[in-house]
Protein backbone atom coordinates (compact mmCIF):
# COMPACT_ATOMS: atom_id res chain seq x y z
CA UNK A 1 0.00 0.00 0.00
CA UNK A 2 1.59 3.37 -0.64
CA UNK A 3 2.28 5.97 1.72
CA UNK A 4 -1.10 6.94 3.57
CA UNK A 5 -1.62 11.05 3.00
CA UNK A 6 -3.29 11.62 5.89
CA UNK A 7 -3.35 8.86 9.30
CA UNK A 8 -6.72 9.27 10.73
CA UNK A 9 -6.55 8.44 14.84
CA UNK A 10 -9.81 7.61 16.58
CA UNK A 11 -9.74 6.35 20.27
CA UNK A 12 -12.45 3.84 20.97
CA UNK A 13 -14.44 3.16 24.39
CA UNK A 14 -17.29 2.15 24.75
CA UNK A 15 -19.24 4.18 21.79
CA UNK A 16 -21.07 1.59 20.03
CA UNK A 17 -24.00 3.85 19.76
CA UNK A 18 -21.99 6.70 17.65
CA UNK A 19 -18.79 4.60 16.26
CA UNK A 20 -20.42 3.59 13.13
CA UNK A 21 -21.48 7.00 12.30
CA UNK A 22 -17.55 8.37 13.04
CA UNK A 23 -16.11 6.18 11.10
CA UNK A 24 -18.74 6.32 7.66
CA UNK A 25 -18.11 10.11 7.97
CA UNK A 26 -13.82 8.98 7.52
CA UNK A 27 -14.26 6.55 5.02
CA UNK A 28 -16.41 7.84 2.98
CA UNK A 29 -14.11 10.61 2.80
CA UNK A 30 -13.32 11.67 -0.98
CA UNK A 31 -9.93 12.72 -1.93
CA UNK A 32 -6.71 12.17 0.04
CA UNK A 33 -5.55 8.50 0.78
CA UNK A 34 -6.31 7.65 4.30
CA UNK A 35 -5.13 5.23 6.85
CA UNK A 36 -7.78 5.02 9.43
CA UNK A 37 -6.38 3.88 12.53
CA UNK A 38 -9.11 2.67 15.68
CA UNK A 39 -7.56 2.24 18.55
CA UNK A 40 -9.64 0.34 21.44
CA UNK A 41 -9.00 1.38 24.66
CA UNK A 42 -10.39 -1.26 26.73
CA UNK A 43 -13.96 -0.81 25.57
CA UNK A 44 -16.33 -2.91 27.70
CA UNK A 45 -19.13 -2.84 25.13
CA UNK A 46 -19.10 -4.10 21.73
CA UNK A 47 -16.73 -1.07 20.45
CA UNK A 48 -14.16 -3.31 19.80
CA UNK A 49 -16.06 -5.66 18.25
CA UNK A 50 -17.68 -3.24 15.93
CA UNK A 51 -13.86 -1.94 15.24
CA UNK A 52 -12.85 -5.57 13.72
CA UNK A 53 -15.91 -6.01 12.09
CA UNK A 54 -15.03 -2.44 10.05
CA UNK A 55 -11.52 -3.68 9.89
CA UNK A 56 -12.52 -6.35 7.90
CA UNK A 57 -15.16 -4.44 5.16
CA UNK A 58 -12.43 -1.79 4.77
CA UNK A 59 -8.32 -2.38 4.07
CA UNK A 60 -7.58 1.39 5.08
CA UNK A 61 -8.59 0.80 8.63
CA UNK A 62 -6.29 -0.48 10.89
CA UNK A 63 -7.08 -1.30 14.78
CA UNK A 64 -4.90 -1.80 17.73
CA UNK A 65 -6.57 -3.08 20.99
CA UNK A 66 -4.94 -2.17 24.30
CA UNK A 67 -5.86 -1.69 28.27
CA UNK A 68 -7.66 1.39 29.14
CA UNK A 69 -5.47 4.17 29.64
CA UNK A 70 -7.40 7.22 28.28
CA UNK A 71 -8.27 9.62 25.23
CA UNK A 72 -4.45 11.07 25.51
CA UNK A 73 -2.63 7.59 25.64
CA UNK A 74 -5.08 6.27 23.14
CA UNK A 75 -4.10 8.81 20.60
CA UNK A 76 -0.38 8.45 21.60
CA UNK A 77 -0.51 4.52 20.60
CA UNK A 78 -2.43 6.02 17.56
CA UNK A 79 0.85 8.27 16.94
CA UNK A 80 3.17 5.54 17.37
CA UNK A 81 2.19 3.42 14.41
CA UNK A 82 0.75 6.42 12.01
CA UNK A 83 2.57 6.41 8.74
CA UNK A 84 0.80 9.30 6.74
CA UNK A 85 2.16 12.10 6.17
CA UNK A 86 -0.36 14.03 8.19
CA UNK A 87 -1.90 13.43 11.45
CA UNK A 88 -6.10 14.31 12.73
CA UNK A 89 -7.96 13.24 15.34
CA UNK A 90 -11.07 12.27 15.48
CA UNK A 91 -13.37 11.51 18.67
CA UNK A 92 -15.58 8.57 18.08
CA UNK A 93 -18.74 10.38 19.28
CA UNK A 94 -18.07 13.21 17.04
CA UNK A 95 -18.16 13.31 12.81
CA UNK A 96 -17.06 14.65 10.05
CA UNK A 97 -18.23 16.79 7.34
CA UNK A 98 -18.00 15.39 3.56
CA UNK A 99 -14.66 16.50 1.97
CA UNK A 100 -12.66 17.64 5.11
CA UNK A 101 -9.39 15.91 3.95
CA UNK A 102 -9.69 17.12 0.46
CA UNK A 103 -10.13 20.40 1.50
CA UNK A 104 -7.61 20.51 4.65
CA UNK A 105 -4.92 19.24 2.27
CA UNK A 106 -5.42 21.47 -0.81
CA UNK A 107 -4.92 24.23 1.68
CA UNK A 108 -1.72 22.75 3.22
CA UNK A 109 -0.41 22.37 -0.66
CA UNK A 110 -1.62 25.63 -1.77
CA UNK A 111 0.36 27.34 0.99
CA UNK A 112 2.85 25.04 1.36
CA UNK A 113 2.20 24.84 5.08
CA UNK A 114 2.52 22.17 7.74
CA UNK A 115 -0.87 22.63 9.89
CA UNK A 116 -4.50 23.68 8.96
CA UNK A 117 -6.98 24.98 10.96
CA UNK A 118 -10.58 24.56 10.07
CA UNK A 119 -13.96 25.17 11.97
CA UNK A 120 -16.51 22.83 13.95
CA UNK A 121 -20.36 22.55 14.30
CA UNK A 122 -21.77 22.16 18.27
CA UNK A 123 -23.76 19.04 17.61
CA UNK A 124 -27.16 18.89 20.06
CA UNK A 125 -27.28 15.66 21.46
CA UNK A 126 -30.93 15.81 22.08
CA UNK A 127 -33.00 17.30 19.21
CA UNK A 128 -29.40 17.06 16.44
CA UNK A 129 -29.28 20.78 15.85
CA UNK A 130 -26.10 22.02 14.59
CA UNK A 131 -24.89 25.28 15.87
CA UNK A 132 -21.60 26.84 14.40
CA UNK A 133 -18.66 27.11 16.67
CA UNK A 134 -15.41 28.91 16.76
CA UNK A 135 -14.19 29.08 12.94
CA UNK A 136 -11.82 30.59 10.62
CA UNK A 137 -13.38 33.57 9.44
CA UNK A 138 -11.29 33.84 5.88
CA UNK A 139 -8.62 31.51 4.05
CA UNK A 140 -5.15 32.96 5.09
CA UNK A 141 -1.56 31.85 5.86
CA UNK A 142 -1.04 32.68 9.56
CA UNK A 143 2.37 32.84 11.19
CA UNK A 144 2.08 29.82 13.70
CA UNK A 145 2.41 32.54 16.63
CA UNK A 146 -0.35 34.16 15.28
CA UNK A 147 -2.11 30.76 15.05
CA UNK A 148 -1.31 30.43 18.90
CA UNK A 149 -2.42 33.95 19.69
CA UNK A 150 -6.00 33.12 18.62
CA UNK A 151 -5.95 29.72 20.36
CA UNK A 152 -5.00 31.15 23.07
CA UNK A 153 -7.85 33.65 23.47
CA UNK A 154 -10.42 31.83 21.73
CA UNK A 155 -10.22 34.23 18.79
CA UNK A 156 -12.29 32.05 15.96
CA UNK A 157 -10.10 29.07 16.83
CA UNK A 158 -9.90 26.48 19.49
CA UNK A 159 -7.56 25.03 21.37
CA UNK A 160 -8.69 21.21 20.45
CA UNK A 161 -6.93 18.85 18.01
CA UNK A 162 -9.85 18.04 16.11
CA UNK A 163 -10.62 20.36 13.86
CA UNK A 164 -6.89 20.58 12.65
CA UNK A 165 -4.39 18.62 10.16
CA UNK A 166 -0.95 18.30 11.26
CA UNK A 167 2.49 16.98 9.54
CA UNK A 168 3.44 14.17 11.00
CA UNK A 169 6.91 15.66 11.59
CA UNK A 170 5.57 18.21 13.85
CA UNK A 171 5.10 15.87 16.52
CA UNK A 172 8.66 13.67 16.52
CA UNK A 173 8.72 12.63 20.47
CA UNK A 174 5.83 15.22 21.37
CA UNK A 175 2.71 13.43 22.84
CA UNK A 176 -0.53 13.83 24.68
CA UNK A 177 -0.21 14.21 28.77
CA UNK A 178 -2.17 11.72 29.84
CA UNK A 179 -4.16 10.82 33.04
CA UNK A 180 -5.45 14.10 32.48
CA UNK A 181 -8.47 16.22 30.54
CA UNK A 182 -7.94 19.42 28.32
CA UNK A 183 -4.84 17.34 26.99
CA UNK A 184 -4.36 19.06 23.46
CA UNK A 185 -4.27 22.69 25.23
CA UNK A 186 -0.74 22.57 26.60
CA UNK A 187 0.19 20.02 22.70
CA UNK A 188 -1.06 21.70 20.38
CA UNK A 189 0.28 25.69 20.46
CA UNK A 190 3.89 23.90 20.18
CA UNK A 191 2.60 22.17 17.44
CA UNK A 192 1.67 25.59 16.32
CA UNK A 193 4.86 27.43 16.82
CA UNK A 194 6.87 24.40 15.40
CA UNK A 195 4.72 24.53 12.29
CA UNK A 196 6.24 27.94 11.03
CA UNK A 197 2.86 28.61 9.35
CA UNK A 198 -0.59 27.77 9.38
CA UNK A 199 -3.74 28.26 6.79
CA UNK A 200 -7.21 28.66 7.80
CA UNK A 201 -10.12 27.00 6.50
CA UNK A 202 -13.03 29.27 6.70
CA UNK A 203 -15.92 26.60 7.04
CA UNK A 204 -17.06 24.01 9.80
CA UNK A 205 -15.58 20.24 9.23
CA UNK A 206 -16.29 18.45 12.10
CA UNK A 207 -19.39 17.65 14.00
CA UNK A 208 -18.95 18.35 17.98
CA UNK A 209 -21.87 15.75 19.37
CA UNK A 210 -22.60 17.18 22.98
CA UNK A 211 -24.05 13.98 24.64
CA UNK A 212 -24.63 13.91 28.28
CA UNK A 213 -22.87 11.16 29.30
CA UNK A 214 -19.39 12.84 27.82
CA UNK A 215 -16.47 13.67 29.67
CA UNK A 216 -16.75 17.31 28.66
CA UNK A 217 -20.34 17.67 30.38
CA UNK A 218 -20.38 15.48 33.39
CA UNK A 219 -20.65 16.91 36.66
CA UNK A 220 -17.58 18.86 38.83
CA UNK A 221 -14.78 17.11 39.51
CA UNK A 222 -11.17 16.84 39.99
CA UNK A 223 -10.46 17.31 36.52
CA UNK A 224 -12.52 20.90 35.59
CA UNK A 225 -8.88 21.83 37.34
CA UNK A 226 -6.74 20.50 34.82
CA UNK A 227 -7.03 23.21 32.44
CA UNK A 228 -5.88 25.84 34.57
CA UNK A 229 -2.87 23.89 35.49
CA UNK A 230 -2.09 23.34 31.75
CA UNK A 231 -2.62 27.12 31.31
CA UNK A 232 0.18 27.64 34.12
CA UNK A 233 2.61 25.56 32.25
CA UNK A 234 2.20 27.43 29.40
CA UNK A 235 2.61 30.41 30.65
CA UNK A 236 5.75 29.36 32.26
CA UNK A 237 6.86 27.66 29.35
CA UNK A 238 6.37 30.86 27.07
CA UNK A 239 7.47 33.08 29.63
CA UNK A 240 11.09 31.28 28.13
CA UNK A 241 10.56 30.64 24.76
CA UNK A 242 8.25 32.64 23.19
CA UNK A 243 7.67 36.21 25.78
CA UNK A 244 5.63 38.04 22.69
CA UNK A 245 3.13 35.26 23.84
CA UNK A 246 3.06 36.30 27.71
CA UNK A 247 -0.21 38.41 27.32
CA UNK A 248 -2.33 35.65 25.52
CA UNK A 249 -1.01 33.09 27.79
CA UNK A 250 -1.51 35.24 30.88
CA UNK A 251 -5.17 35.60 29.51
CA UNK A 252 -5.20 31.90 28.86
CA UNK A 253 -4.45 31.56 32.84
CA UNK A 254 -6.90 33.89 33.92
CA UNK A 255 -9.63 32.77 31.77
CA UNK A 256 -9.01 28.86 33.27
CA UNK A 257 -8.81 29.79 36.73
CA UNK A 258 -11.91 31.71 36.60
CA UNK A 259 -13.90 28.92 34.87
CA UNK A 260 -13.48 25.89 37.50
CA UNK A 261 -14.56 28.78 40.40
CA UNK A 262 -17.54 29.70 38.44
CA UNK A 263 -18.32 25.91 38.09
CA UNK A 264 -18.13 25.39 41.60
CA UNK A 265 -20.16 28.27 42.76
CA UNK A 266 -23.29 27.72 40.48
CA UNK A 267 -23.05 23.65 41.50
CA UNK A 268 -23.00 24.49 44.72
CA UNK A 269 -19.86 22.40 45.54
CA UNK A 270 -17.13 24.84 46.68
CA UNK A 271 -16.63 23.19 50.14
CA UNK A 272 -16.69 19.76 48.33
CA UNK A 273 -13.33 21.49 46.16
CA UNK A 274 -12.46 24.14 49.02
CA UNK A 275 -8.17 23.72 48.65
CA UNK A 276 -8.56 23.85 44.64
CA UNK A 277 -10.93 26.57 44.53
CA UNK A 278 -8.67 28.76 47.04
CA UNK A 279 -6.23 27.72 44.97
CA UNK A 280 -7.43 29.12 42.17
CA UNK A 281 -8.73 32.12 43.71
CA UNK A 282 -5.18 33.13 45.16
CA UNK A 283 -3.20 32.61 41.74
CA UNK A 284 -6.70 34.60 39.88
CA UNK A 285 -5.90 37.34 42.75
CA UNK A 286 -2.48 37.71 41.33
CA UNK A 287 -3.57 38.07 38.01
CA UNK A 288 -5.87 41.53 39.12
CA UNK A 289 -2.97 43.66 37.74
CA UNK A 290 -3.33 42.46 34.31
CA UNK A 291 -6.75 41.97 34.56
CA UNK A 292 -7.75 45.39 35.12
CA UNK A 293 -5.10 46.50 32.27
CA UNK A 294 -5.14 44.35 29.64
CA UNK A 295 -7.56 44.87 26.20
CA UNK A 296 -7.90 41.57 25.50
CA UNK A 297 -11.17 40.79 28.13
CA UNK A 298 -14.17 42.22 27.20
CA UNK A 299 -16.06 44.45 29.69
CA UNK A 300 -18.28 41.46 30.65
CA UNK A 301 -15.30 39.50 31.17
CA UNK A 302 -13.04 41.72 33.63
CA UNK A 303 -16.54 42.25 35.56
CA UNK A 304 -17.07 38.45 36.55
CA UNK A 305 -13.09 37.73 36.95
CA UNK A 306 -13.03 40.68 38.80
CA UNK A 307 -15.85 39.30 41.35
CA UNK A 308 -14.15 35.79 41.60
CA UNK A 309 -10.90 37.15 42.21
CA UNK A 310 -12.21 39.21 45.10
CA UNK A 311 -14.32 36.81 46.41
CA UNK A 312 -17.71 38.64 45.68
CA UNK A 313 -19.51 36.15 42.86
CA UNK A 314 -20.62 33.75 45.36
CA UNK A 315 -22.92 36.38 47.06
CA UNK A 316 -23.97 37.95 44.12
CA UNK A 317 -24.86 34.35 42.50
CA UNK A 318 -26.45 33.65 46.07
CA UNK A 319 -28.17 37.23 45.70
CA UNK A 320 -29.46 36.62 41.96
CA UNK A 321 -30.82 32.88 43.07
CA UNK A 322 -32.84 34.51 45.82
CA UNK A 323 -34.16 36.77 43.71
CA UNK A 324 -34.81 34.16 40.53
CA UNK A 325 -37.18 32.04 43.15
CA UNK A 326 -39.29 35.01 44.32
CA UNK A 327 -40.46 35.58 40.64
Not at 237 to 250: F, G, R, S
Request: charged share 25%.
Amino acid sequence: MPKPDISVIIPVYNVERYLKRCTDSVRSQRGPLLEIILVDDGSKDRSGAICDEIAAADSRVRVLHKPNGGLSSARNAGLDIAQGEFISFVDSDDYLEPDTYRDMLHLAQKFGTKLVCAGRYDVDSETGEKVRGLCPEKEALLSGENLVRRIFTWNQVDTAAWDKLFAASLFGTLRFPEGVICEDVPVIYKLCLRSGSAATLPRPVYNYFHRPDSITTASVSEKNFHFAAHAQEILADVTHTAPQLVPEATYLLVRSLAHPMQLCITAGVREQYRAQYDDCKKKLSEQLPFLRTSPLFSKKERQLYTLLALGLYEPAWQVHCFLKKQK
